[in-house]
């Protein structure tokens, strides 16, 4: 039966057992939990993925946490190597620009479709969160200027309303998240792309899809070079090679506790 700790047992230090079992947390949750460890660079690429610490910071079962990996395998965030167990993936240069190539050819279809079909009033949405955009960048914001620049995509791909190119699309940003996260925090860069975000935004908003398709070309060009430029650098974000260097175990604070109910 399982343990939880009262407010009158932690002054004495006491275990208390309790009669009623906490209900695991949700596959849904814990997926989510791992996801976004591995997205904000907490869980690297090369670190294994030991299910019972996994078990025993996210407060859910084997069963759960199995299927999790599953799921993760599928997005191509996980991978599970022989001998090795499940552990973060590693995605090379040359896959991270087959990804941007192919996302390239998705966000050409929302900016266009969102060109064509936005109202006045997402007009002013767009509008807005460009002002905020280069608010951010002007005061090297690279959190909030990543944060923005992620509602201004799925923004215009909500406008485009083609939910097959939406969910491509998301799948696709996902799997390539531990490259953003490198490139934004790069000295900078959130100053260079600024430019280039607005002109896609622009051409959103002025309803010209021939426009956006440029601007967003040139965007993704600039996003490309610098994923080559890095991978030349002391310590590249993408690699070709032999296995990295990875942790042994899952720092307690790289991923969310669950909360005691």
């Not at 200027?145 to 799948?171: G, K």
């Not at 900078?188 to 600024?194: D, M, S, Y």
Request: contains cysteine; glycine residues 4%.
């Amino acid at each position: 039966m399982p343990f939880e700790l009262r407010t009158a047992s932690q002054q004495r230090g006491e275990l208390v057992r309790t009669k009623t079992r906490r209900p695991s947390l949700p596959l849904a949750d814990v997926v989510a939990a791992i996801r976004n460890a591995i997205l904000a660079n907490e869980l690297v690429p090369g670190q294994r993925l030991v299910e019972a610490e996994l078990c025993k910071v996210l407060g859910c079962t084997h069963g759960t946490v199995r299927l999790a990996l599953m799921d993760l395998v599928h997005e191509g965030l996980v991978e599970r190597a022989h001998n090795f167990g499940a552990r973060v993936r590693v995605v090379g240069l040359q896959e991270a620009l087959h990804i941007s190539e192919a996302r390239l050819v998705l966000e050409s279809a929302c900016v266009t479709r969102a060109a064509e079909r936005i109202t006045d009033e997402e007009i002013r949405e767009l509008r807005r969160l460009a002002k905020i955009l280069k608010e951010r960048a002007d005061k090297d914001d690279v959190a909030g200027f990543a944060e923005c620049t992620h509602s201004i995509v799925m923004t215009y791909a909500r406008i485009a309303d083609q939910p097959v190119l939406y969910e491509m699309l998301v799948r696709l940003r996902v799997r390539n998240g531990h490259h953003r996260f490198r490139l934004i925090n790069r000295p900078f860069r959130a100053k260079i792309t600024a430019p280039l975000w607005l002109k896609i935004v622009d051409g959103i908003c002025k309803r010209n899809p021939a426009a956006a398709r440029r601007a967003l070309q040139r965007y993704a060009a600039n996003v490309q070079e610098a994923m080559r430029e890095l991978s030349q650098e002391h310590k590249p974000f993408a690699t070709e090679t032999p296995e990295p260097k990875v942790k042994d175990h899952i720092e307690p604070a790289s991923l969310p506790r669950r909360r005691q109910l």
